[in-house]
């Protein structure tokens, strides 16, 4: 970043353009206009808002290139309502609500770093269970289009049986059952989650492949057996002990010589590379009591005191898709 002093207050001011997106998203301003162009003075009256205000709003998020307008009237092209669209079946709106719900978390920042009193961990399946399939459902739409990139970084070759542990809708143990046809996997989440994961894979033809077993990892063992484990975006809402708990049980449900994939934020040594990592380490001090981002070599050392050997890094971390793994003897 240049250091000058409009590039800097466009850093201070870089939460306008998120703001008016989350108040879009809040109004269900996209859900509307996909179905057909309305005017400022339409729109307010579906939604009881003030016309002027609503104007404004349409406006910015116009210029922002995710509604259209012609003749006065705006609209939400398909692009954007495939995904924004709380009627779309790819909808992403779950996630995106949860990110407005993270605005007001992020709100008290200051006081956090000045107090340390961050959240108990992520509330995203403390809601009802009609939120809680559309955040699911969110989750494999966003997940299944990095699944497949993550299963050829693994390279799982004659793997016969796969644990997902915290595995959600199932979403990347798919992946694999695709690339192996050989394979079996294992899903292991909470039960709410595991039922939508049984509908899910059900309807994908997949569920005579996979064993679903409800639990929570912070108290019970992990099924045993397996020579595969994934722990695909789990570590950075743990604190380092919470870790090192959960990676000793993956070595005690792995068979000898089996493997553990973690997918996740990994940072470089000094925690500034990259920078999607350092953001998301700042809402974890937000949300939880001791989560973050984890370097490679702590992830390693961790998981070396839990008895995995030949930890390595398979792939560099972009977008919460590093990749580490470790074997057990």
């Not at 992830?299 to 792939?315: D, H, Y």
Request: charged residues 20%; glycine residues 10%; aromatic residues 6%.
């Amino acid at each position: 970043m240049p250091m000058t002093p409009p590039a800097i207050m466009a850093l201070g001011s870089k939460f306008q353009e998120s703001r008016i997106f989350l108040t879009a998203a809040e109004l269900d301003v996209f859900t509307f206009l996909a179905k057909k162009p309305m005017s400022a003075r339409e729109i307010a009256d579906v939604l009881q808002v003030t016309v002027r205000g609503i104007t404004m709003v349409l406006d910015a998020v116009v210029s922002m290139g995710l509604l259209e307008k012609k003749e006065g009237k705006y609209h939400c092209p398909a692009e954007t309502s495939s995904l924004l669209s709380k009627e779309s079946p790819a909808s992403i709106m779950p996630m995106v609500m949860l990110a407005s719900g993270g605005w007001k978390r992020w709100s008290n920042l200051t006081d956090i770093v000045r107090h340390g009193k961050g959240g108990t961990g992520p509330k995203a399946l403390d809601i009802g269970e009609s939120e809680r399939e559309a955040f699911i459902g969110a989750m494999h739409v966003i997940a299944s289009r990095m699944a497949p990139g993550v299963v050829a970084a693994v390279r799982p070759g004659n793997v016969g049986k796969l644990l997902d542990i915290g595995g959600g809708p199932g979403s990347y143990a798919q992946a694999f059952l695709d690339a192996a046809p050989g394979m079996t996997a294992t899903i292991f989440d909470l039960p709410p989650v595991i039922n939508i994961a049984r509908r899910r894979l059900e309807a994908a033809g997949l569920l005579g492949r996979v064993n679903l077993v409800a639990g929570d990892f912070y108290k019970d063992e992990l099924p045993a057996g397996h020579d595969l484990a994934l722990l695909s975006a789990i570590i950075h809402q743990n604190s380092p002990e919470q870790n090192m708990e959960l990676y000793r049980k993956i070595f005690r449900a792995l068979l000898p010589g089996g493997r553990l994939v973690i997918r996740d934020n990994i940072m470089n040594a000094d925690h500034t590379h990259p920078l999607s990592g350092a953001l998301f380490a700042v809402n974890m001090l937000v949300v939880t009591e001791g989560g973050g981002t984890y370097s490679f070599d702590e992830i390693r050392s961790s998981l070396e005191s839990a008895g995995f050997i030949k930890v390595n890094l398979i792939q560099p971390d972009e977008q919460m898709n590093g990749l580490v793994e470790g074997f057990k003897p």
